[in-house]
């Protein structure tokens, strides 16, 4: 066997970032000489095992060297997991595959020679998500993330959340003993600080509920007036994993909101509060149908007419804006700017009655500031993806059905 695998993908990696395997080839000139590789991918989630997704045959390049890009493959196999808005984690798995190749030289004398498993000692792991490919280089996120023990999210600290908004923070990580560590600064200048073990061991992407209602923020503070919260991870001997995220409590008062949620490029959740002046619109598709000829009586107290409707649906649009966004630091352009993550997202989502709905961004692009803007807002337009033909209002709330059959 004159083949070696020269490069493979990094230990970690994104699946929407360049995911490749470069073989080198001593001896080419063999008649109907081509390299054969076989991918085999596990899904995390239980009882999974490796399987083979695809065969490939692949032609060397003149210098011995065969290049295998599949991170498009690797992609489709993931998918996102909302998080849970009433538990603390919510196992993410779905969002990360494992992966190896096995490969083999087929020539006209040798067509079923037995594959070259060596490389399935050295199974990566793809999580759905990415940076630009400008910013890419092998691994350079998972360095930087693993340096500075960020969670999976551009979104800045220190801005201003009400304290029912629903807030999330994705991490790459396992282990039993793990602590969550909250400190909460009052306005009165003292500190609370609180600790819970959480266990990771049954994954290793996680979302993490950090809604100030979810973690009792004002309960742990003895409802008095708070100025922020931080929420960190530690290991059980207090060493950090991931490094505290700060939000300040916004106490403005707020009467009309749209909760949305989206997954970010980096495959965690963000969510974003719609405050700023909204337009609601339906758009109706009308269909219209001929009217039959009348067999009423001449006195009838009805009146059927030369054309009907068919079916009448409609489907809900809205057209606003966040809202001017304020941080402790000041610091307004940063998050507009990873804004921009809502009009590239696949997967959008609203908080109605306490479940995620999803819906779709309709807006094409969007100008988000001047130079000489001192305040920083961002327009979005977003549609419920649902066509009804029946009505019910918004503020009711239906809960979730009950089972009562036996079966």
């Known amino acids: 066997m004159s083949t070696s695998v020269i490069e493979r993908p990094a230990v970690v990696c994104f699946t929407k970032n360049e995911i490749r395997y470069v073989f080198q080839s001593t001896d080419i000139t063999a008649v109907g000489f081509y390299l054969q590789v076989e991918l085999y991918v596990k899904e995390l989630k239980p009882g999974s095992v490796f399987v083979p997704v695809k065969t490939f045959n692949l032609k060397p390049n003149s210098d011995g060297k065969t290049y295998l890009y599949i991170n498009d493959r690797i992609d489709t196999k993931t998918s996102y997991v909302l998080p849970s808005v009433q538990y603390l984690t919510t196992n993410a798995n779905l969002q990360a595959v494992q992966f190896y190749v096995l490969f083999r030289e087929i020539t006209a004398l040798t067509p079923d020679p037995d594959f070259i498993e060596t490389e399935s000692a050295k199974v990566r792991t793809a999580l759905k998500g990415g940076i630009e490919k400008q910013k890419f280089s092998r691994n350079n996120y998972f360095n930087y993330q693993s ?3 960020l969670f999976f999210t551009w979104q800045p600290q220190n801005r201003f959340v009400f304290s029912n908004e629903n807030l999330f923070l994705a991490m790459y990580i396992t282990g039993a003993n793990r602590k969550l560590k909250i400190t909460i600064k009052k306005l009165n200048g003292s500190t609370v600080n609180n600790e819970q073990t959480v266990d990771f061991s049954a994954g290793i992407f996680w979302h993490l509920n950090i809604s100030p209602g979810h973690l009792n923020i004002s309960g742990l503070a003895g409802g008095d007036p708070i ?21 300040y ?4 008062p707020l009467y009309t909101y749209y909760d949305l949620g989206f997954h970010n490029s980096l495959g965690g959740f963000d969510t974003v509060r719609v405050k700023g002046d909204t337009t609601w619109s339906i758009d109706r598709d009308i269909t219209e149908i001929e009217g039959a000829l009348s067999l009423d009586a001449f006195d009838s107290s009805r009146k059927l007419g030369e ?5 009448i649906t409609k489907r809900d649009t809205y057209k ?3 809202g001017f966004i304020r941080t402790a630091d000041g610091s307004m352009k940063t998050p507009q700017e990873v804004m921009v993550e809502l009009l590239i997202s ?6 109605l009655d306490t479940r995620w709905i999803q819906v779709i961004g309709v807006q094409r692009g969007v100008d988000l500031r001047k130079s000489s803007d001192k305040k920083f807002s961002f327009p979005i337009e977003w549609a419920i993806p649902f066509y009804n033909s029946v009505f019910t209002p918004k503020e009711i709330n239906l809960g979730i059905g009950t089972e009562t059959e036996t079966y």
Do not use: C, F
Not at 231 to 247: E, K, M, W
Not at 307 to 311: A, D, F, I, P, R
């Open 346 to 351: 696949i997967s959008i989502w609203q908080l």
């Open 227 to 247: 100025m922020y919260y931080e929420v960190s991870i530690t290991d059980n001997a207090g060493s950090l994993l991931y490094n505290p995220y700060r939000l």
């Open 249 to 252: 409590l916004e106490y403005r």
């Open 320 to 322: 606003g804006d966040i």
């Open 307 to 311: 054309v009907g409707h068919g079916y």
């Open 147 to 149: 340096t500075n023990k």
